[in-house]
């Protein structure tokens, strides 16, 4: 099982970042996927979900309105868009995936950075 991230960098604030997550090992259709971030001192919190067909996603109220996620089963890849970044979505960015009732599989990160 793997989960790969890739996408992410510096960026002002202001700015756009795409991240995408790439899936292999496993079904991807049959299992939702995640956005999840952590901050240095910080827990790591939940950013966006999308469920395994795509009909159900959800954002936190911090990045709504500006992230967002979307899935291809075709591709097995889940993406997220982030636009109108500040300086608090700083962060590394994980991927998982999750399927009913407690498989979870975890990517390593990837590092996003707004600054001027």
């Known amino acids: 099982v793997q989960l790969v991230e890739s996408g992410g960098g510096l960026v002002q604030p202001g700015g756009s970042l795409r991240l995408s997550c790439t899936a292999s090992?496993?079904?991807?259709?049959?299992?939702?996927m995640s956005w999840y971030r952590q901050a240095p001192g910080k827990e790591r919190e939940l950013v966006a979900t999308?469920?395994?067909?795509?009909?159900?996603?959800n954002y936190p109220n911090s990045v709504k309105g500006r992230f967002t996620i979307s899935r291809d089963n075709t591709k097995s890849t889940v993406t997220l868009q982030m636009n109108s970044l500040k300086s608090e979505d700083t962060a590394v960015y994980y991927c998982?995936?999750?399927?009913?009732?407690?498989?979870?599989?975890w990517g390593q990160g990837t590092r996003v950075t707004v600054s001027s």
């Open positions: 999308i469920s395994s067909d795509g009909g159900s996603i």
């Open positions: 090992g496993f079904t991807f259709s049959s299992y939702a």
């Open positions: 998982k995936a999750y399927r009913f009732p407690q498989t979870n599989y």
